[in-house]
C-alpha cells in the first residue's frame, strides 16, 4: 500500500507570496491533519479534515487555510508569508484522528 | 491546550548502553503514541498505549503508559547506531471515539555513538 504523498518536497519562496501544498492520503484513510514543524516550536497542529469537513483546530493565524476533496486529497494554503512561516510541513493520514501516518514532509523556506 | 514535556531534550550515548526517554503531562490522555522521525522524513509511529499501567515491547524497546494516563516512557535496551533520530510522543485527548486531536510533545534527540 503506497504511503503518504507530499508534494513539492522543496519550495522557496519569497515575504508577501502565497503556497499551496497537497497531500495524498493511504488509500481508505478519510482524515487527513497538517502540521507545521519547526526548532523552535516543535511539531504543531494546524487542522485535520474528515470527509472533506475541517474537525479540528490548532492555534494558527487564518493565513494557514486547508481543504479536502471528496477523493480525500487535501490542499493548504498559506497566504501573506512571512519570514516566521519557514518550516517543514507534515501532513498525516489515518482512519480515525488517532491514528497518523506521516508524509516526508514538504520543506518550506521564505526569503 | 495541553502540553507534553520531554526529557531529556537532547541525550547522546555510547553503543551497547540502555537509555529511558520520558514523556509527562498534567493531564489525562485516552491514548498516547510514541514516534521516530529521521533527518529529512516525517515521524513514524512506534507503538499506541491505552490502558494505564500498559506495557508494550517492540524488540529492544519498551513503552510503558503510567497507570493516571498522563505519562509514558520509552527504554531502549542495547542501543544501536540505528536507534538514533528524534523521539517523539504525542497523546490523543479524551474526547469522542475518532474525533481526539493529537498533541505532540517536544521531542528527545538521541545520538547513538558507534
Known amino acids: 500500500k503506497a504511503g503518504v504523498t507530499q508534494t513539492p518536497r522543496y519550495l522557496i519562496k519569497t515575504r508577501g507570496q502565497q503556497v499551496t501544498l497537497s497531500c495524498s492520503p493511504i488509500?481508505?484513510?478519510?482524515?487527513v491533519s497538517w502540521y507545521q514543524q519547526t526548532p523552535g516550536q516543535g511539531l504543531q497542529f494546524l487542522f485535520e479534515y474528515f470527509s472533506e469537513t475541517q474537525r479540528n483546530k490548532g492555534n494558527f493565524p487564518g493565513r494557514f487555510s486547508g481543504r479536502q476533496f471528496s477523493n480525500s486529497r487535501s490542499e493548504m494554503n498559506v497566504s501573506t508569508l512571512e519570514l516566521g512561516d519557514s518550516a517543514l510541513y507534515l501532513c498525516?493520514?489515518?482512519?480515525?484522528?488517532?491514528?497518523?501516518?506521516f508524509g516526508p514532509g514538504t520543506r518550506l523556506t521564505v526569503t | 491546550t495541553q502540553l507534553l514535556e520531554q526529557s531529556p531534550q537532547f541525550l547522546s550515548i555510547q553503543e551497547g548502553e540502555n537509555l529511558t526517554v520520558y514523556c509527562n503531562s498534567s493531564s489525562v490522555f485516552s491514548s498516547l503514541q510514541w514516534y521516530r522521525q529521521e533527518p529529512g522524513e516525517g515521524p513514524v509511529l512506534l507503538v499506541t498505549?491505552?490502558?494505564?499501567?500498559e506495557v508494550k515491547k517492540l524488540k529492544r524497546l519498551t513503552f510503558q503508559f503510567g497507570d493516571a494516563r498522563k505519562d509514558s516512557s520509552l527504554h531502549i535496551t542495547a542501543a544501536q547506531p540505528g536507534d538514533t533520530g528524534l523521539y517523539l510522543c504525542a497523546g490523543a485527548e479524551d474526547s469522542d471515539f475518532g474525533n481526539e486531536k493529537l498533541t505532540f510533545g517536544t521531542g528527545t534527540r538521541l545520538t547513538i555513538i558507534p
Open positions: 488509500s481508505g484513510h478519510r482524515s
Open positions: 498525516a493520514s489515518g482512519r480515525a484522528s488517532y491514528e497518523q501516518y
Open positions: 498505549v491505552v490502558t494505564g499501567g
